[in-house]
């Protein structure tokens, strides 16, 4: 029989020894390249991370450092200027003993003395030098002498934590008021105590001194309600009380203004019923600091937030107001003071396109500045003129301040022709503009 050959049993070629080696050197030159890859990349990240963590713990510690420091009244002990594992104890305006220091394990900790805790870590330096208030050339050498430091610069270096991690150094530096008890010891800000003169409400509030010791607070209450109640302030301790609160509008009572009339009686304009506004004298009993009000009148039946008030004379009182159509409107309060009503010149429209959340300052007895938010939001000022023959009001020319936002001004007098104007401008940030009466100054 003749032979012949299957291809379903043909024999298939392998590969020989020097192929598999060849290629087991290939994939290992081909590993070889990209493990060290690799292993950057994630060194590379891991660093990336480190950089990150230790910067933001930078921040985070020097600004601890400086908001601390800056409320110290004195320093009470602090390491030598050389001392890289430094520390630093004060005392701030509380009487609180505080400390800064590095614990065992590297990491900064703060606290009262005795009780620590961590703040920022690992850190390899926290070094203060320490300068008095004459010389921030010349560091305060002896330790002991603490009493005369006023200026503190503080270095710290955070370690990475990464492989091949950088470590950054940051650096801060404080000027200490110490005791500042002493006359020359500057303006410095703290708070002394404070009392929930309301415990369901207490919006927009507006204050008018009664005595040096007594001051009346209207404010938007419960239900947005009129409330107003008498604070007492101990000028002992500087601690704070609240006499029985008083509604004086039942109805609505918000964005109170107050202006006072007498010893024993203030004027008080307000958003009330409908949004309308609304005015109301209230009386201070000052044998028992009690509150009462008579009949509110309402001075605009169709609008009257976010009131101004001044006083033109003894019986007479401007009111700025946002009214209808939230345009700027004005008009002279009449106070009885035979029987405490209140009554009303002719409303006046001063901006016929907006005029919210005005403020005003006297200029003399018959010209009053008044700021604005005005047309697109921006800030606006303008001279009312007030008649004192028939209490009829009259402007002149408006002044944009402020083309990008001018909202929620404040004014104060400086002299005779200029005014500080404070108001919430662009950005929302705060802005302060000095505007001046008269005509402008050419370059």
């Known amino acids: 029989m003749m032979g012949y050959k299957n291809s379903k049993t043909r024999a298939c070629g392998a590969l020989t020894l020097l192929e598999m080696v060849i290629a087991l050197a290939m994939m290992a030159v081909v590993f070889a390249v990209i493990v060290p890859q690799i292993r950057n990349i994630r060194i590379g990240w891991d660093s990336k991370e480190g950089i990150a963590e230790t910067l933001q713990n930078g921040r985070v510690l020097t600004d601890h450092l400086s908001r601390n420091l800056t409320g110290a009244v004195r320093i009470t002990a602090v390491s030598a200027p050389d001392e890289t594992a430094g520390y630093i104890e004060f005392e701030n305006n509380d009487s609180n003993a505080l400390r800064y220091d590095i614990a065992a394990n590297n990491y900064v900790e703060f606290g009262s003395v005795g009780d620590l805790y961590e703040l920022a870590g690992p850190v390899s330096q926290l070094q203060f030098t320490c300068y008095d208030g004459n010389d921030f050339s010349t560091p305060i050498v002896d330790v002991n002498n603490v009493a005369d430091i006023r200026f503190v610069q503080v270095e710290t270096t955070l370690t990475n934590p990464a492989e091949r991690g950088q470590d950054k150094t940051f650096a801060t530096q404080t000027y200490i008021r110490t005791n500042y008890q002493d006359d020359d010891a500057g303006w410095i800000l703290s708070g002394v105590s404070e009392i929930e003169f309301d415990t369901n409400r207490g919006r927009e509030p507006a204050l008018c001194k009664i005595d040096d010791t007594h001051y009346l607070c209207a404010y938007e209450g419960n239900g947005s309600?009129?409330?107003?109640?008498?604070?007492?302030?101990?000028?002992g301790n500087w601690n704070i009380s609240g006499e029985t609160p008083f509604e004086f509008d039942n109805k609505k009572g918000e964005e109170p203004a107050l202006v006072e009339i007498d010893n024993t009686h203030y004027l008080c304009a307000y958003r009330g019923d409908s949004g309308d506004g609304w005015a109301v004298v209230l009386t201070v009993d000052t044998g028992n600091w009690n509150i009462t009000g008579e009949t509110p009148f309402e001075f605009d039946i169709k609008d009257g937030g976010t009131p101004?008030?001044?006083?033109?004379?003894?019986?007479?009182?401007?009111?700025?107001?946002?009214?209808?159509?939230?345009?700027?409107?004005a008009v002279v309060l009449t106070v009885d003071t035979g029987n405490w009503s209140i009554g009303k010149g002719t409303a006046f429209e001063y901006d016929n396109s907006s005029g919210r959340e005005p403020a005003l300052a006297k200029i003399d007895d018959e010209h009053y500045l008044c700021a604005y938010r005005g047309p697109g939001s921006d800030g606006w000022a303008m001279v009312l003129t007030v008649d004192t023959?028939?209490?009829?009001?009259?402007?002149?020319?408006?002044?944009?301040?402020?083309?990008?936002?001018?909202?929620?001004?404040?004014?104060?007098?400086i002299d005779d022709s200029h005014y500080l104007c404070a108001y919430r401008g662009d950005g929302d940030d705060g802005w302060a503009i000095v505007l001046r009466l008269g005509p402008p100054i050419l370059p």
Not at 308 to 329: K, M, P, R, V
Not at 393 to 399: G, R, V
């Open 225 to 235: 309600d009129g409330w107003a109640v008498v604070l007492t302030v101990d000028t």
């Open 308 to 329: 101004a008030l001044y006083q033109i004379d003894s019986t007479h009182y401007l009111c700025a107001y946002e009214g209808n159509g939230s345009d700027g409107w």
């Open 389 to 413: 023959g028939n209490w009829s009001i009259s402007e002149e020319t408006p002044f944009e301040f402020d083309n990008k936002k001018g909202m929620e001004p404040a004014l104060v007098k």
